[in-house]
């Protein structure tokens, strides 16, 4: 561990006129993790209302409001086609009998999702492609 005394903002190092930018690497590797806990979040919560409603329990209108302003914000951060396909992907994992789940993009192009990182990595490769086209 590092203790405070050996903690130096940068602006002390640099001054203060030092504009820092992140490279994107960095931020790429945050976007991933966001995604990742993100989508752990969602299944969480929705196994958790599974559970509950096994009990005689029903959240599901306490919970539909944070389900749609996360819909929302996943349309406006990924766009239409990548959240069309992140709850697609929701949807078919919380099916138990589902073993894998490939997607076919274009005509052979095969990416197996079973994980939310092979998710993420086929909507990265997807973008490229698009780009590319």
């Given at each position: ?115 939310p990182i092979q998710l993420y990595t086929a909507l990265m490769k997807i973008d490229k492609q698009k780009k590319n086209a």
């Amino acid at each position: 561990m590092t203790s405070k005394k050996n903690r130096v903002s940068l602006s002390s190092l640099m001054g203060k006129g030092v504009q820092m930018q992140e490279n994107k690497k960095s931020l790429a590797k945050k976007d991933k993790i966001f995604f990742i806990n993100l989508l752990g979040a969602i299944q969480e919560m929705d196994l958790r209302s599974d559970d509950l409603l096994g009990f005689g329990i029903n959240i599901i209108q306490y919970e539909d409001p944070y389900h749609q302003i996360i819909e929302g914000l996943l349309y406006k951060c990924y766009g239409a086609f990548k959240a069309d396909l992140i709850f697609w992907w929701l949807d078919e994992k919380s099916k138990e009998s589902k073993k894998n789940i490939t997607i076919t993009v274009g005509q052979k192009t095969e990416y197996t999702i079973n994980t939310p990182i092979q998710l993420y990595t086929a909507l990265m490769k997807i973008d490229k492609q698009k780009k590319n086209a």
